[in-house]
C-alpha cells in the first residue's frame, strides 16, 4: 500500500489549507490524523466508501473531508485554522473487513498566530 501525501504548510491563524492522499487502491475508510509534539496521535476525520464521516470535536464545523473513489484520494479542507491545529499530519486508511491500518509519511501544518 502506498499514500502520497501533499499539500500542508505554513498559514496564519484563520486561514485556509487543504492536504490531499492518494492511495494505490480502494480502500473502505479514508481518513486524517495528527500529532503535535509531546503530544499522542489523534483522529482528526475520517470518511468510508460510502460517504459516512466522523470528525474530532475539536474540528467539527471547520474542517470537512471527503474523497474521490475514482482516484482513490481523500482529501481535507482544513478551514479557520487555530495555532492548535498545528501538527504533523498523517493520512491512514482501512481495508474491507480488516482492522489492519496503512499510514502515509505525514506531512507538516503550521499555523501562526
Known amino acids: 500500500v502506498q499514500l502520497q501525501a501533499s499539500g500542508g504548510g505554513l498559514v496564519q491563524a484563520g486561514g485556509s489549507l487543504r492536504v490531499s492522499c492518494a492511495a494505490s487502491g480502494s480502500f473502505f475508510a479514508m481518513g486524517w490524523y495528527r500529532q503535535a509534539p509531546g503530544k499522542q496521535r489523534e483522529l482528526v476525520a475520517r470518511?468510508?466508501?460510502?460517504?459516512?464521516?466522523k470528525y474530532a470535536d475539536s474540528v467539527k464545523g471547520r474542517f470537512t473531508i471527503s474523497r474521490d473513489n475514482a482516484k482513490n484520494t481523500v482529501y481535507l479542507q482544513m478551514n479557520s485554522l487555530k495555532p492548535e491545529d498545528t501538527a504533523v499530519y498523517y493520512c491512514?486508511?482501512?481495508?474491507?473487513?480488516?482492522?489492519?491500518?496503512?499510514w502515509g509519511q505525514g506531512t507538516q501544518v503550521t499555523v501562526s498566530s
Open positions: 470518511i468510508t466508501s460510502g460517504g459516512l464521516t
Open positions: 491512514n486508511v482501512r481495508k474491507w473487513g480488516s482492522s489492519l491500518d496503512y
